[in-house]
């Protein structure tokens, strides 16, 4: 399915922005409405949804979220428990918010968690923050949770996928508005070829890549 280069979930704000904005500039003139613009301009650019160009190899992941990688570490899976690597990605208000599928797969669990809005960066964010978590199981076995974290600011977390559907690596499946974050947790036998520090592109850049027997069970 195709997606306008402006996200859908923007429309409302981006309209009601300018037409602030020209309302204002109409009423009192340029240099008081300045400032009205510019907050339009920056409405406009976090709701801006590029495409984007989707790696066609075998096993890899991609990053599901545009932003800085903020830490990579062992921990276990939201879902079974199981051992698993977590790659944890940082979106500032300069990032585009729409999360795309890291792998081809089927969505086998989702839940959401109610919680504290902390901000995103903070490692505590993974466990206390309000989530939603999704589990891919790939055409191999493998399992893989995504998990989007609302931020200190971020105060809508929304998902459009739901158990059963079957998704392709780099679709768009959901929407964080204003600054957050999304962990993935990978088979702890993943080639991991992201790093920390490091800025990530959603649905481009790969992020680790699968072992070919790689598997995990619920």
């Not at 984007?52 to 879902?79: T, Y």
């Not at 999704?134 to 609302?150: D, F, N, P, T, Y």
């Not at 392709?168 to 088979?187: A, H, K, M, Q, T």
Request: positive net charge.
């Amino acid at each position: 399915m195709q997606h306008p280069v402006i996200a859908r979930e923007g429309w409302t704000r981006i309209l009601i922005a300018f037409a602030l904005a020209g309302l204002v500039h109409t009423l009192a003139g340029l240099w008081i409405a300045l400032p009205f613009w510019v907050v339009a301009l920056l409405v406009l650019q976090f709701f801006r949804d590029p495409p984007r160009a989707i790696p066609d190899l075998p096993g890899a992941i991609v990053s599901p979220a545009h932003g800085r990688v903020v830490a990579i570490q062992p921990s276990v899976d939201p879902f079974s428990g199981e051992p698993s690597t977590r790659v944890s990605i940082f979106m500032n208000i300069f990032s585009v918010h729409s999360n795309r599928i890291p792998i081809d797969g089927e969505i086998v669990d989702r839940h959401y968690h109610q919680g504290q809005f902390l901000n995103a960066e903070l490692e505590k964010a993974s466990s206390q923050n309000e989530r939603c978590a999704i589990q891919i199981r790939s055409k191999q076995g493998s399992l893989v949770s995504c998990v989007q974290i609302a931020g200190l600011v971020a105060r809508r977390i929304l998902t459009y996928v739901q158990v059963g559907d079957d998704v392709s690596r780099g679709e768009r499946y959901g929407f964080i508005r204003f600054g957050s974050r999304v962990d993935v947790y990978l088979p702890p036998d993943s080639e991991i070829v992201a790093k920390a520090g490091k800025w990530v592109l959603s649905g481009t850049d790969i992020i680790a890549r699968l072992k070919e027997n790689s598997t995990q069970h619920v």
